[in-house]
T-cell receptor, first 112, second 114 residues
Framework: DTAVSQTPKYLVTQMGNDKSIKCEQNLGHDTMYWYKQDSKKFLKIMFSYNNKELIINETVPNRFSPKSPDKAHLNLHINSLELGDSAVYFC???????????FGDGTRLSIL | GNSVTQMEGPVTLSEEAFLTINCTYTATGYPSLFWYVQYPGEGLQLLLKATKADDKGSNKGFEATYRKETTSFHLEKGSVQVSDSAVYFCALSDSSGGSYIPTFGRGTSLIVHP
């Protein structure tokens, strides 16, 4: 059973499009995260939710909007995609707040 | 602000060699420290942690000791295997000022040859 699953695994799209990445965890954790990993493996936190409430909202363009319909799901919607958005996006979860304990396998986003 | 500095990689070793990956940190409070491992094509996994000075975290033959005096948390393993080839991330979580934003280092790639 996959603990943290995110879809799609690969996302190739044109500049200016809107896309969503979905994440689900079956661990019963109360905290979920979105991280961006660039081509040099640098990992930067974007958002964190605790029991559907936003607790971390780093300096991220407002084209990125997280949504947590319940504590097992945290989706990421991106509007007006730009070349610089190309990266691997990781969803993660933990119990009782940071740091993240389990990561998904990542979504590789490529902007053409 | 908080920061984590790791040695640059890649670190290339032969199987059964001794591994050390250096990690130092700066933090305004009393952080908890962590090592994560990322195997090719996968997400990060929490490898080990230490929550206070002189604590030693250990898992799967890896260990790291929280050294407050040198602000370090170096990762060690006595005998590496080819399957240990991965990227290793040092991280801290500091609750001072009410912020729990976890901070990651830039990762150190380890390549183990048979």
């Amino acid at each position: 059973d996959t603990a943290v699953s995110q879809t799609p695994k690969y996302l190739v799209t044109q500049m200016g499009n809107d896309k969503s990445i979905k994440c689900e965890q079956n661990l019963g954790h109360d905290t979920m995260y979105w991280y961006k990993q660039d081509s040099k493996k640098f990992l930067k936190i974007m958002f964190s939710y605790n029991n559907k409430e936003l607790i971390i909202n780093e300096t991220v363009p407002n084209r990125f909007s997280p949504k947590s319909p319940d504590k097992a799901h945290l989706n990421l919607h991106i509007n007006s995609l730009e070349l610089g958005d190309s990266a691997v996006y990781f969803c993660a979860s933990s119990q009782d707040g940071p740091p993240p304990q389990h990561f998904g396998d990542g979504t590789r986003l490529s902007i053409l | 602000g908080n920061s984590v500095t790791q040695m640059e990689g890649p670190v290339t070793l032969s199987e059964e060699a001794f591994l050390t990956i250096n990690c130092t940190y700066t933090a305004t409070g009393y952080p908890s420290l962590f090592w994560y491992v990322q195997y090719p094509g996968e997400g990060l996994q929490l490898l080990l942690k230490a929550t206070k000075a002189d604590d030693k975290g250990s898992n799967k033959g890896f260990e790291a000791t929280y050294r407050k005096e040198t602000t370090s948390f170096h990762l060690e393993k006595g005998s590496v295997q080819v399957s240990d080839s991965a990227v290793y991330f040092c991280a801290l979580s500091d609750s001072s000022g009410g912020s729990y934003i976890p901070t990651f280092g830039r990762g150190t790639s380890l390549i183990v040859h048979p």
